[in-house]
């Protein structure tokens, strides 16, 4: 196996994060808490373990932890993330 | 703050539940991809580039899930989604061997707002596309070409082979019509009389292709992870703005 | 009920002897690659494994030093939490026991702690006795970077997000102190035979 080719980005987990946000969140922004970077999410880097990491595109630092778990999500949000109201 | 985007009512919606989807018919693309057409009872409607989760269930309650890009326009009257079958693969098989009209499976979507393209986008729009990758782009070029949209539209598709190419003809007229399409072909010898690249992706590639840093093209760039970073860096390094190079990663083999 | 899919089965394989497959499991043929971060490549010049902590005095081995201590070859099952396991795996490593010989821990809880910074907890009890290694080798060829190379901690009775990848060292703490999945809804302890996944379980 490639490299660096083992994971892949924010729009993977659109739907679990559309499930915890109730809103779309592949398109919000973050500022990085570490570099400052800002970037969308669907931008970051997203690692599977046990539960989702997310890292920063710039300095690969933590933006978001999410185990979705059977019955609830367990998240931690890292940098500042803006996330659009809906109008509805 | 670039990123706040979403998209008028689609994005809009608070909700994403499983939906029941069933398959109504099965198109061969290449020898290992299929575009399912699917019957799925109060779908919402997508926007070009947006994705959808599909979770098989197993009679004894065993459960896997996987993302496909929609490959039908926005506002198509069927929901298509084209599969490509991994040795190995957990879902692929199922849906590219097994699977027969009739069966079905869930789904959850539309996701994504951030690797999305509306025609009501006036600047050029740059694709680069590796392997199935090209599924979520061609849902832009369908909703482009059906909106009567004529914004510089430029498609870089990277494949192993001819073979490996899906939607060969939708392509030829799309490129005949007003798309610059251009394809590279990684593996093996060129067919006969090729006049496409026949190569990896490189910057002289994509600097060719256009268009150039200066018209502030919209990238969306899409495949097998280590092909959207190479990708990626690469029109970066042209000039290309990062916040407009939107990336798609389908992981090491993108099952 | 979720809508069933005729015929799907994935890629599962039966369950082996009775008994043998923890509940909730399913059997791979493939060898998954899970983490929260990028392979980290770090050089085995500099490379350094550490028992330290509330141990009296710690100590800590070079690359070179690990590989020259006594090995052993063990064959194991291991679970990981997302469902798949896996049967009669082969490792090669050195016994957590091996690495406390003549050390005096008097903290009763153990922080393993990785390249990457990834970490987890486990009592002391659950590293010693024979039931944990440093592993380097797996199925007889050196461990691959992805699969937690140059050296993984081995701990097949637990789930196994507690065999850490890319493992440095030990830290003895008299406290329990959870690590990176434990923070996030992950089960402190992790026995995969009372089906221990999540906080509550």
Redesign the interface.
């Known amino acids: 196996m490639e490299e660096g080719s083992l994971h892949t980005d924010g729009n993977a987990i659109g739907g679990v994060l559309a499930e915890v946000f109730v809103a779309e969140v592949t398109a919000a922004g973050r500022v990085c808490q570490s570099c400052g970077l800002d970037s969308q999410i669907g931008a970051h880097r997203l690692y599977t373990g046990a539960g989702f990491v997310l890292r920063c595109p710039g300095c690969g630092d933590l933006a978001a932890v999410i185990a979705a778990l059977p019955d609830r999500n367990v998240i931690s949000l890292h940098g500042a993330w803006s996330i659009a109201r809906t109008s509805e | 703050?670039?990123?706040?985007?979403?998209?008028g009512g689609l994005?809009?919606a608070?909700?994403?539940p499983?939906r029941?989807a069933t398959i109504r018919a099965i198109r061969p693309e290449t020898p290992s991809a299929k575009t399912l057409v699917l019957d799925v009872p109060g779908w919402p409607g997508h926007a070009a580039g947006q994705?959808v989760?599909v979770?098989?269930?197993?009679?004894d309650g065993?459960?896997?899930q996987r993302?496909y890009s929609i490959a039908s326009r926005p506002g198509s009257p069927d929901l298509e989604l084209t599969v490509e079958g991994i040795e190995?693969?957990?879902?692929s098989p199922?849906l590219t061997e097994?699977?027969l009209p009739g069966?079905?499976?869930?789904l959850?979507?539309p996701?994504?707002?951030?690797?999305?393209w509306d025609a009501s986008r006036d600047e050029p729009v740059l694709l680069v596309g590796g392997g199935s990758g090209l599924v979520p782009l061609m849902a832009m070029l369908r909703h482009r070409r059906a909106t009567g949209s004529t914004v510089d539209a430029r498609l870089l598709l990277s494949a192993r082979a001819i073979e490996d190419v899906f939607y060969r003809e939708e392509l030829e007229e799309l490129a005949a019509d007003s798309v610059d399409v251009r394809i590279t072909l990684t593996r093996g010898e060129a067919p006969p009389g090729w006049s496409g690249f026949a190569r990896r992706i490189d910057r002289d590639m994509l600097a060719d292709l256009g268009p150039p840093p200066a018209e502030r093209p919209r990238a969306y760039v899409c495949g097998?992870?280590?092909f959207v970073?190479e990708a990626a860096r690469l029109l970066v390094e042209l000039g290309h703005e990062?916040?407009r190079v939107?990336?798609?990663?389908?992981?090491?083999t993108g099952d | 009920m979720a809508r069933i899919s005729r015929g799907f089965r994935g890629r599962r394989r039966g369950a082996g002897e009775p008994g043998r497959l923890p509940p909730g499991q399913y059997i791979t043929p493939d060898f998954p690659v899970l983490s929260a971060g990028p392979t980290p490549h770090p050089p085995l010049q500099g490379w350094s494994f550490t028992i330290g902590g509330a141990v009296g005095e710690g100590r800590s081995w070079s690359w070179e030093e690990l590989l020259a201590l006594p090995a052993e070859i063990v064959t194991k099952d291991i679970h990981c939490v997302t469902k798949w396991s896996k049967f009669d795996t082969t490792w090669k490593g050195v016994s957590v026991d091996t690495l406390l010989e003549g050390t005096e821990p008097w903290g009763e809880y153990v922080v393993a702690w990785c390249d990457g910074g990834y970490t987890t907890n486990l009592p002391l009890a659950d590293v010693t006795g024979g039931k944990a290694w440093v592993a380097y080798e797996y199925d007889g060829e050196p461990l691959d970077p992805e699969h937690g190379g140059p050296a993984r901690l081995l701990v097949p009775h637990l789930y196994f997000w507690k065999s850490a990848k890319w493992v440095r060292g030990l830290n003895l703490t008299a406290e329990d102190e959870p690590g990176f999945w434990e923070n996030y809804g992950y089960h402190n302890y992790g026995d995969p035979w009372k089906e221990q996944r999540y906080w509550g379980d």
């Open positions: 703050m670039e990123g706040t985007a979403v998209l994005g809009a608070p909700r994403l499983w029941d994705h989760d979770r098989l269930t197993a009679e065993y459960q896997a993302s190995d693969g957990e879902v199922y097994d699977a069966d079905g499976f869930e959850r979507g996701i994504g707002g951030y690797f999305v097998p992870t280590p970073e990062p916040a939107h990336t798609e990663r389908f992981g090491p």
